[in-house]
């Protein structure tokens, strides 16, 4: 791999001072770019600052070390991980290596910027006791090398809500509340938490379901999500044990 003309580091989401503050915005353009998402605006910078603090995120990247045109600000690869939990089955959550954020420039690649990045990553995971790390693949082919495999699929599906639709009476006799979600939230991240500690294959959630669940973001429109509506579900005993 020729690395001289570029220069691998680690920024730390808490620096604010004005080299690490430019060089975490032009971090997050790249790795927005490299997802095809428009460029970030305040709300989402303030929400990627936010909640890769609140996960301790490690961003990880590599800038053109002498660009000829522009700042050299926005990386040409760019890498972020943080630990969270994976639920293996009879109760058992191990620590878990969540990868996320993997882009490289198509004016950069197949010259091992990805391997490198991954390799000190899952090197450290390694170092720090993490057996286990997974990520959500947009090009699953790539993975393989590194040792990752197929845990789960993606379907959508469209539910037509025409007069055959109806939803069933609740067998058990319990009961909807409509809820705003963000007085919702207390009960959400309680329900979550029950379901991840008796789910196999559940994982924790990062940070910034917070903000996209109590509709104070929505992703598509980075600004508050004014669409956003919240169901309880309750025993018949009263207590939470479902939300849509």
Known sequence: MSSADLIFDTLDPHDDTGR???????????????????????????????STRADRA??????????????GLVPVATYGSLDKTLNVGAGRLLPLRMV??????????RRGLLRRLITEDLTDAVARGVPVAALTASEGSIYGRFGFGPATSLRRLLVRTDQRF????????????????????PTVEALYARHH?????????????QAILTARFDWDERSPDHKLRTAVHLDVDGNPDGYV
Request: zero cysteines; hydrophobic letters at 40%; a negative charge.
């Open 20 to 50: 690490n503050a430019e060089l975490f915005t032009g971090w997050g353009e790249a790795a927005f770019r490299g997802f095809h998402e428009p460029r970030m605006n305040a709300e989402m910078r303030a929400l990627l600052l936010e």
């Open 58 to 71: 490690v961003l990880r990247g590599a800038w053109q070390r002498e660009p000829v045109l522009g700042s």
């Open 197 to 209: 500690a008796t789910t196999r294959g559940s994982v924790g959630r990062p940070h910034f379901y």
């Open 166 to 185: 109806a939803l069933r009476s609740p067998a058990d006799g319990g009961s909807v509340e409509l809820v705003e979600p963000a007085e919702a939230w």
């Open 100 to 109: 996320t954020y993997v882009t490289v420039s198509p004016t950069h690649r």
